[in-house]
């Protein structure tokens, strides 16, 4: 059964940084194709950044280019969301994500496994 864990969210203020970790398990995650999704309150669930777990291509969505950076660490069976320039609208549950696909999904519904959420908060 996969299992995914995330950890790292926290309060920050306006500009700082933090580095959220999914901990993945339950199976081997070669095919498998890794997100990032936040909700901020009021909001829908969106589409923030992912990588496939075998070549580590990676996409993200616009409002995070260049201040965001996913990666993952096969070893530890553990992918990163490095969250840098942090703003106030940043704010949200981060959901790690897993599906086992050939192209790169971002849209939710097309994930299988969900971690439980980690909230991040970015004061300004």
């Known amino acids: 059964q996969v299992q995914l864990v995330e950890s790292g969210g926290g309060l920050v203020q306006a500009g700082g940084s933090l580095r959220l970790s999914c901990a993945a398990s339950?199976?081997?995650?070669?095919?498998?194709?890794m997100g990032w999704f936040r909700r901020a309150p009021g909001k829908e669930r969106e589409f923030v950044a992912g990588i496939r777990w075998s070549t580590g291509s990676t996409r993200y969505a616009d409002s995070v280019k260049g201040r965001f950076t996913i990666s993952r660490d096969n070893a530890k069976n553990t992918v990163y969301l490095q969250m840098n320039s942090l703003k106030p609208e940043d704010t949200a549950v981060y959901y790690c994500?897993?599906?086992?696909?050939?192209?790169?999904?971002?849209?939710?519904?097309?994930?299988?496994?969900w971690g439980q959420g980690t909230q991040v908060t970015v004061s300004s």
């Open positions: 994500a897993a599906v086992r696909k050939a192209n790169h999904p971002s849209t939710s519904s097309e994930y299988d496994y």
């Open positions: 339950g199976r081997t995650f070669s095919g498998y194709v």
